[in-house]
């Protein structure tokens, strides 16, 4: 039975209220990149990546998963192979909306990691600068997400479930960011159909078979039944 592989990106949280990083006042018109999501500006200016993410953080605490998640999460229980949802997104809407086993490549704004030992723990709504490490007492407390220059979470078990896709999906995203931005070539590499969902074409729409554009809450759920 055909295996379905589906990417992820801001756009699917977008209506659920969680500003995207391109769009029009998305994230990033609103901070640089340098500066909030990368190792060298926490080094930097670890007071100001921590009010980033702390906001964030409150923000997604509040945000109700919509009828892209939920459908996304109806898909993987009534189909009868397999569905692995891979998410850039550092959200936890998928699970809230029922969704099992969500690879996060790029971490989630609920989990703390600590950079001297590498323990993990579920961040408090606030973090503080020096923040100490429960496990080593470190001070060295940061958000568990992935930066930029930093390698991705989970990424040889993404590669084995792309190789295996029959079918392949990108929902909300740009299309940008690498190595995501690649997974629609691995797929097709091995043979999967490949399905875009987004509002308007992203940067690599030209890569895939097939391109669907809408809200995601519109588009995903017509896509799934
Ligand atoms: C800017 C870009 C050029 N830079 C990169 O890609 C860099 C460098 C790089 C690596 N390889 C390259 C190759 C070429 C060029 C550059 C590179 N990549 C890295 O540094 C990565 C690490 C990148 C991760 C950075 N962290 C994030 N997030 C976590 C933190 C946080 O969230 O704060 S990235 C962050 O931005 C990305 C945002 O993209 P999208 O989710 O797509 O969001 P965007 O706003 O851009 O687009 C939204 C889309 O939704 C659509 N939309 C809007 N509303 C709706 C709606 N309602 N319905 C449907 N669609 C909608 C819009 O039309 C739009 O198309 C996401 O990945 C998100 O996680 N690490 C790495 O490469 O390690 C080595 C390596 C290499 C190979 C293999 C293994 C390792």
């Known amino acids: 039975m055909e295996k379905i592989v589906i990417l992820t990106g801001?756009?699917?949280?977008?209506?659920?209220?969680?500003?995207?990083?391109?769009?029009?006042?998305?994230?990033?018109?609103?901070?640089?990149?340098?500066?909030?999501?990368?190792?060298?500006?926490?080094?930097?200016?670890?007071?100001?990546?921590?009010?980033?993410?702390?906001?964030?953080?409150?923000?997604?605490?509040?945000?109700?998963?919509?009828?892209?998640?939920?459908?996304?999460?109806?898909l993987q229980r009534d189909w009868p192979s397999e569905v692995v949802i891979i998410t850039q997104n550092v959200d936890n809407l998928h699970e809230a909306g029922g969704a099992q086993g969500?690879?996060?490549?790029?971490?989630?704004?609920?989990?703390?990691?600590?950079?001297?030992?590498?323990?993990r723990w579920t961040a408090p709504p606030e973090m503080a600068v020096g923040e100490p490490c429960p496990a080593c007492a470190a001070p060295t407390a940061r958000p568990d997400v992935v930066w930029f220059g930093e390698m991705p979470y989970h990424m040889d078990a993404i590669y084995d479930h792309l190789a295996g896709a029959s079918i392949f999906a990108a929902i909300g995203t740009s299309g940008q960011v690498y190595p995501a931005a690649a997974f629609?070539?691995?797929?097709?590499?091995?043979?999967a159909r490949t399905v875009e969902l987004n509002l308007e074409p992203s940067t690599g729409a030209s890569s895939f078979d097939e391109v669907i554009l809408g809200p995601a809450t519109e588009a995903v759920p017509r896509w799934v039944d």
Do not use: K
């Open 102 to 119: 969500v690879i996060h490549m790029h971490g989630t704004l609920a989990g703390a990691l600590c950079a001297a030992c590498g323990h």
């Open 10 to 74: 801001a756009g699917i949280s977008a209506e659920s209220g969680l500003g995207t990083f391109r769009d029009e006042g998305g994230l990033w018109a609103q901070h640089r990149i340098e500066d909030v999501a990368t190792p060298e500006g926490f080094a930097r200016d670890p007071a100001l990546v921590h009010r980033f993410y702390n906001a964030r953080r409150v923000q997604a605490a509040e945000a109700q998963p919509n009828a892209a998640h939920d459908a996304l999460a109806r």
């Open 184 to 191: 629609v070539h691995e797929a097709m590499m091995s043979g």
